[in-house]
C-alpha cells in the first residue's frame, strides 16, 4: 500500500488518495477479502503510543513514541475505523480550506458523517501516525474557549507553594500548564505536513463560546496570561480546523464569516449503495434487491417526518447503517431466508430506525390501516 500523497499543482493536498477502481474511498481502507479480491473495510490499525511534547526554544510541538523496558516502540490497535465515502463536493472543501486558509463550519443532520470527515482526512493523509497529527476537541455546555488552549494547575500549584512553605526555591511554572487540542494543532502544524483540528458540535456551548475564538482562529495565536505563564503560543502553519454544528442554535455572525461553510445532505441513492458496501461488506453484493427495497423504506420514512406536523427526526445515514446491520446479522445467521419478499413482512427493527414515540405510533397506525384495508377486500 503506497502512503504517497495526492497534490495538485499549487501544492495543496488532495484528499482522497485513492487506489484504482475505487476512486471514492481512501486507499487506505482498500483490503483483501477472503476471496482474495480487493474490497473496502473499516481498519483497525497499530497506533503509535506517543507522548506530546513542547519545546519552549523552538516554540513548537511534536511527539516522542514509548518505548517498553527493552526499548521496543508500544502501540496500540485502534478502534475500528469506518470507511467515509467521499463526493466531489467534499473533495472540493478540504481543497478549499486549505487555499483560503479558513475553518471549515460542517452542518448536516445528526449521523450523517460530519465528525467523521475530519478524522478520515487525518487517517488518509497520516496513516498509522494520524493521532500525532489529529486533534479532537468535544464541546459541552459546560466548555469554554480557553479549554482548547491550555490549562494551568492553580490547585497543584498551590499545594506546592505550601510543601515549600517560603523557602526561596525559584518556582517553575511551566509544570502547571498543558495544552489543549487547539494549541497541540498550533504547534504541531507545518507546510509539508499540516495538523487536523476537530472543534466538534461547537452549538452545544454558550452563545458567547464562538465569539471567544474569534482571534486564535483569525491570527493562530494566543497568549497565556503573566500571572501564569506568559507565553504566547502561535501557529508556525495554519492547520486544517473542521467545525460540526447540529444547528441546535445560531451562530455568531462574525464567527460566521471567518467560516468556510458546508452542508452534509443525506445521501442519493447512488451513493447510499457505495456507503453500505463501505459499511456492511457482501450485503449488497449478495442481496441487491433486499438492499433496493429497503432503501425505499428509508426514504418514505423521511417523506413521513417531513410532513409531520409533531416529528422532525429524520432517520439518518448512521441509523440506516445499524438497521442494515441488524438484518444482515440475521441474514448471516440464517434466521432471513428469503429476504427479497415484501419488507412488511420481515422483522422492521424499527428500534434501530425510529426514535420518537410520534413516528413508533405512526407506524403502528400504518399497520393497523393495512390491516383493515387487507380485510376489507376479503
Known amino acids: 500500500m503506497s502512503d504517497k500523497r495526492r497534490y495538485d499543482s499549487n501544492g495543496i493536498i488532495m484528499y482522497p488518495t485513492t487506489r484504482e477502481g475505487f476512486p471514492k474511498v481512501s486507499h487506505r481502507f482498500i483490503q483483501k477479502g477472503t476471496d482474495g479480491k480487493d474490497m473496502i473495510a473499516a481498519v483497525e490499525p497499530e497506533l503509535p503510543v506517543s507522548e506530546f511534547v513542547y519545546d519552549g526554544i523552538s516554540k513548537t510541538g511534536g511527539f ?14 485502534s478502534k475500528p475505523l469506518p470507511p467515509y465515502i467521499v463526493d466531489d463536493n467534499l473533495e472540493q472543501i478540504v481543497r478549499l480550506v486549505q487555499i483560503l486558509r479558513r475553518p471549515i463550519l460542517l452542518k448536516g443532520e445528526p449521523g450523517s458523517g460530519k465528525t467523521q470527515l475530519a478524522k478520515s482526512v487525518a487517517f488518509d493523509w497520516y496513516g498509522e501516525n494520524y493521532r500525532e497529527h489529529f486533534f479532537e476537541w468535544h464541546v459541552k455546555s459546560t466548555s469554554r ?29 511551566l509544570q502547571y500548564r498543558s495544552f489543549g487540542p487547539l494549541a497541540k494543532a498550533f504547534l504541531t502544524s507545518t507546510k509539508e505536513n499540516p495538523s487536523i483540528l476537530l472543534i466538534d458540535e461547537i452549538d452545544k456551548a454558550d452563545i458567547d463560546f464562538p465569539n471567544d475564538l474569534l482571534l486564535e482562529l483569525d491570527e493562530r495565536r494566543f497568549t497565556i496570561p503573566e500571572s501564569e505563564t506568559g507565553e504566547t503560543i502561535e501557529a508556525r502553519y495554519p492547520p486544517i480546523i473542521f467545525i460540526t454544528s447540529n444547528d441546535e442554535r445560531e451562530l455568531p455572525e462574525a464567527f460566521l464569516r471567518r467560516c468556510l461553510f458546508m452542508f452534509i445532505k443525506f445521501p442519493n441513492d447512488e451513493q447510499i449503495v457505495d456507503i453500505v458496501k463501505a459499511h456492511i461488506p457482501g450485503l449488497v453484493e449478495e442481496h441487491g434487491t433486499f438492499v433496493k427495497k429497503a432503501i425505499e423504506v428509508i426514504h418514505a420514512q423521511r417523506a413521513k417526518v417531513a410532513v409531520s406536523p409533531s416529528d422532525s427526526k429524520m432517520v439518518s445515514t448512521s441509523e440506516m447503517l445499524d438497521w442494515l446491520a441488524a438484518y444482515h446479522h440475521e441474514l448471516k445467521a440464517g434466521l432471513i431466508t428469503s429476504p427479497e419478499q415484501d419488507l412488511e413482512k420481515l422483522p422492521l427493527f424499527y428500534q434501530a430506525l425510529l426514535k420518537t414515540q410520534s413516528s413508533v405510533k405512526q407506524r403502528e397506525n400504518d399497520y393497523k390501516k393495512a390491516a383493515t384495508e387487507v380485510n376489507n377486500s376479503n
Do not use: C, I
Request: charged share 30%; proline share 2%.
Open 145 to 173: 474557549a480557553v479549554d482548547g488552549l491550555y490549562h494551568f494547575d492553580h490547585v497543584a500549584r498551590l499545594r506546592n507553594s505550601q510543601l515549600k512553605n517560603g523557602s526561596g526555591e525559584k518556582e517553575d511554572l
Open 64 to 77: 516522542v513514541q514509548k518505548t517498553d523496558a527493552g526499548g521496543k516502540p508500544l502501540t496500540v490497535k
